[in-house]
């Protein structure tokens, strides 16, 4: 089970980092088009926000599949999703504004989508920060109130994004459409439905008699 567990790591970290990877070898061929600084400004704000709603899809993915397992890889999805975002807000400040605070402190001011996209990365800030086992134990019961933030960065990602596209919002409206049916999976009607449906496969498990132990608690991760 533990090479198991490493095995999806190791998959985990390959999928995450082949798109940086390439992105640098493209750049670095010139093969990004007219503005190349602009691409790689999007290209790694595209990839945060995809990561960042992947995180948020496998608490849902563990509740309707049983799979509680998932939830180990949580915490890895989050924080190459932040890393991601940073790289996304550092192609900005170095490569597309090369340090220019003023300009900076202009764009956040006058323009929305900028001020989306950076309140979205402050939100992640702590996610990142606390996403230790330490800080896990620490907060307790807070942890998981606090890393609910993560689903307001994804609403403002996904606003920065939809705000930031000129002509073709099709691209943005799936990540809405994503968003919107992750927050509909926990609603409490739908999470109702769910623990319906784990109830009943624990008593086809079980014989008919139902489970003395929830599935959900065998994973002392806080959920999401």
């Given amino acids: ?9 190791a998959v985990i970290w390959v999928v995450a980092l082949v798109p940086a990877g390439l992105l640098l070898v493209a750049y670095l ?12 400004v999007h290209r790694l704000g595209w990839w945060a926000l995809v990561l960042l709603l992947t995180s948020l899809a ?18 890895l999805v989050g924080l190459f999703a932040f890393a991601y975002a940073t790289a996304h807000l550092l192609a900005y400040v170095v490569l597309d504004q090369w340090f220019a605070w003023g300009f900076i402190a202009e764009d956040i001011a006058e323009r929305p989508f900028i001020l989306a996209g950076f309140s979205a990365w402050l939100l992640l800030l702590p996610l990142a920060l606390t996403s230790t086992r330490g800080w896990i134990r620490r907060l307790g019961r807070r942890w ?19 705000w930031r596209v000129k002509a073709d919002t099709r691209e943005p409206i799936v990540f809405v459409l994503l968003l ?26 079980n014989g008919g008699h139902r489970s003395a132990r929830r599935s959900d608690d065998r994973i002392p991760a806080p959920d999401l």
């Fill in 1 to 9: 089970m533990r090479n198991r567990t490493w095995a999806i790591r």
């Fill in 29 to 40: 061929r010139d093969q990004l088009g007219a503005n190349p600084i602009e691409e790689v």
């Fill in 58 to 75: 496998i608490t849902p993915l563990r509740r309707i599949t049983g799979w509680n397992r998932i939830v180990r890889y949580r915490r």
């Fill in 180 to 205: 919107a049916m992750l927050l509909l999976l926990r609603t409490p009607l739908v999470n109702r439905k769910l623990a319906e449906r784990r109830r009943r496969r624990a008593e086809n498990r």
């Fill in 144 to 162: 998981g109130a606090l890393h609910r933030l993560a689903y307001a960065a994804a609403a403002l990602g996904t606003l920065h994004f939809f």
